[in-house]
């Protein structure tokens, strides 16, 4: 079972699009959290959020906890915001379920 | 970025032989965690530590072992590496005592490539 759905897992996109991925989640949380991992591996802390909405630069999170929902929005997509995506629930004992991420491309 | 260093950072080996991996982090993070990612699969907990000493199992703990003598370092060790131990090893901390919400954040390890031949 998979307690963190992503979708779409694969995303191709226009330069300049509006680009929304998004999380579900079947566990009670405290926190979630989205990962960035570059073509290269190495992955990035993101956004963690409990509630409500976080903005920083063209990137925006978002969570409703009662639909157990949350979207990871990029504005004016860019080559250099291709990458895999992952969303990631922090549950009781500060473990962390993730989700299989999604792949984007920003096409020039 | 949070001071997370693995080693080594590729390794091949043979089934059948013991391989440890290192994770070193200059954070002074109260838990470690040790990750396998896998095509088709998010990352998945081996195991995790929450002090010295203290550790516990993850949902993919079989064949593996660790370690964590000093609050910087977590080692995992496969005691005898089969070929379905080929992944790429993952080393992350993280610190909820700290009394603000993004430090619950996870930060990660450049990642371990390892492949049993």
């Known amino acids: 079972k998979n307690e963190v759905e992503q979708s779409p897992q694969n995303l191709t996109a226009q330069e300049g699009e509006f680009i929304t991925i998004n999380c579900s989640y079947s566990v009670g949380i405290s926190a979630l959290h989205w990962l960035q991992q570059h073509p290269g591996g190495g992955i990035v802390s993101l956004f963690m959020?409990?509630?409500g909405k976080k903005k920083h630069g063209r990137l925006i999170a978002t969570i409703n906890i009662q639909e157990k929902h949350s979207s990871l929005h990029i504005t004016a997509s860019h080559p250099r915001d291709s990458a895999v995506y992952i969303c990631?629930?922090?549950?009781?004992?500060?473990?962390?379920?993730f989700g299989t991420g999604t792949s984007l491309t920003v096409i020039p | 970025d949070a001071g997370i260093t693995q080693s080594p950072r590729h390794k091949v080996t043979e089934t059948g032989t013991p391989v440890t991996l290192r994770c070193h982090q200059t954070e002074n993070h109260r838990y470690m965690y040790w990750y396998r990612q896998d095509p088709g699969h998010g990352l998945r907990l081996i195991h995790y530590s929450y002090g010295v000493k203290d550790t516990d199992k993850g949902e993919v703990s079989d064949g593996y072992s660790v370690s964590r003598s000093k609050t910087e370092d977590f080692l995992l060790t496969l005691e005898s590496a089969t070929s379905s131990q080929t992944s790429v090893y993952f080393c992350?901390?993280?610190?909820?005592?700290?009394?603000?919400?993004?430090?619950?954040?996870?930060?990660f390890g450049p990642g371990t490539r390892l492949t049993v031949l």
């Open positions: 990631a629930v922090r549950v009781t004992g500060n473990q962390f379920y």
């Open positions: 992350a901390i993280s610190d909820p005592t700290r009394g603000r919400v993004n430090y619950n954040e996870q930060f």
């Open positions: 959020l409990s509630s």
